[in-house]
């Protein structure tokens, strides 16, 4: 499995320790950036990592910002990806087995080292359930495909 990589200045440094936590596993990676501390905007390296992975060049992403939240919004833009921000483990399991997600965001100022290192490994780990849960991936993508958006409930499409 390999796994693209990136964060915005708020989110490098748990960005740094989630690479030593796969360099321990001996998982391998691209790192898309940032390399710094230094301020960036968040849409660009969510852009790189989700490109990444919906080309099938990596298998995962993960993701860190400021809250993660941002990086989850700019990655679902890139068709192909189910980015989920994730702040605990059951989310983390829930988010591959129910909802196949490809990319991962953490909340990089708001999140503890070891947490992050749990939702990673649970991340990785946990295999899609399929079943029921395909026909609502299924039904994602369809939504997607669809060039103006799904139509609004109610009156949505009628003229008055």
Not at 36 to 43: E, G, L, R, T, W
Not at 146 to 159: F, I, L, S, V, Y
């Amino acid at each position: 499995m390999s796994i693209a990589l990136g964060s915005d200045h708020a989110g490098f440094q748990l960005k740094e320790d989630v690479k030593r936590y796969l360099d321990e596993r001996h998982l391998p990676y691209i790192d898309f950036g940032t390399d710094s501390d230094a301020s960036v905007d968040y849409p660009a390296y969510a852009g790189r990592v989700a490109r990444a992975v919906a080309s099938g060049q990596c298998d995962r992403g993960i993701l860190v910002c400021r809250t993660g939240i941002g990086m989850s919004i700019a990655a679902n833009k890139v068709r192909g990806i189910r980015a989920a921000a994730v702040c605990d483990l059951e989310s983390a399991r829930l988010s591959r087995s129910h909802n196949d997600a490809n990319v991962l965001t953490l909340a990089g100022q708001a999140m503890a080292s070891h947490l992050a290192r749990e939702i990673v490994r649970v991340f990785l780990e946990t295999s899609f359930a399929g079943g029921r849960h395909q026909r609502r991936v299924d039904a994602i993508a369809r939504l997607e495909a669809e060039p103006d958006g799904p139509p609004r409930p109610g009156n949505a499409g009628q003229e008055r």
